[in-house]
C-alpha cells in the first residue's frame, strides 16, 4: 500500500515557488517542479490553484502585501530609522549579486508590468513600499536623523526612484558591487536633508 500523499500548506507552497524562480527563468517554471520542490504532486496543485498562472498570481497576491510585515522585521532589528532603512536597502541590492541574477529578476518583472493581472498586485506591492518608507522617513525627523525641514514627501519618492534606479546603473558600470552602489545611491539622496552639526 503507498503512502498517502503530503500535504503542504500555501505558505509552503509559495516558499517552494520563490525557490523555483531563484534557480530559472518564467519559462522554465512549472508545476511539476513547484510540486517537487513542495514535495507535494502536481494534481495537488492543479486541484488547489487551478493552473500554474493562478498559483503564480496567487503568489504575487501573497508578495503585494508583505511589505508592511517585511518592513517590521527590519525595523525590529533596527531601532534607528535610518539604519532600518540602509538595511531594506541592503536587501534590494542582494537581487543584484550578479548581473545575470538582476537579469533573472529583469525577466520576471517584464512580466509584472506588461501583464495587467500581474501588474495590479506589483502595484500594490511599489504602493505600500512607499508608505512604508515614508514611515521610516517621518520617524527619522521625529528622531532628528533628519533635518526638520526636510520635505518627506519628495524626499521619499527620490528615495524609491534610487533604490530601483542603482541597480541599473550598476549593472551598465559594473563598478564595485550592487551592495555598494546601492548604499553610495542612498547616502546621496538622504545627503542634503542630514542636520548640520553645531559648529
Known sequence: ????????SDQEVFAAAQRVMQQVGPAQVTLGRIAAEAGVTAGALVQRFGSRRG???ALMAEFATSAPTFFARIRASHPSP??????????????????QALAHHLAY??????DPDYHQHMRVQAADTRQELRRLLVDAVAAGELSA?????????????????????????????AAESVR????????????????
Open 1 to 8: 500500500m503507498s503512502p498517502r500523499p503530503r500535504k503542504a
Open 55 to 57: 498559483l503564480m498570481l
Open 82 to 99: 535610518l539604519a532600518a532603512l540602509r538595511a531594506y536597502a541592503e536587501c534590494m541590492a542582494q537581487m543584484g549579486e550578479t548581473p
Open 109 to 114: 518583472l517584464q512580466i509584472d508590468l506588461t
Open 149 to 177: 525641514q526636510t520635505d518627506v514627501d519628495v524626499l521619499t519618492r527620490a528615495l524609491q526612484a534610487a533604490l530601483s534606479g542603482s541597480l541599473f546603473v550598476w549593472a551598465m558600470l559594473r563598478e564595485g558591487t
Open 184 to 199: 553610495a545611491d542612498v547616502d546621496a539622496v538622504l545627503a542634503p536633508y542630514l542636520p548640520v552639526p553645531a559648529p
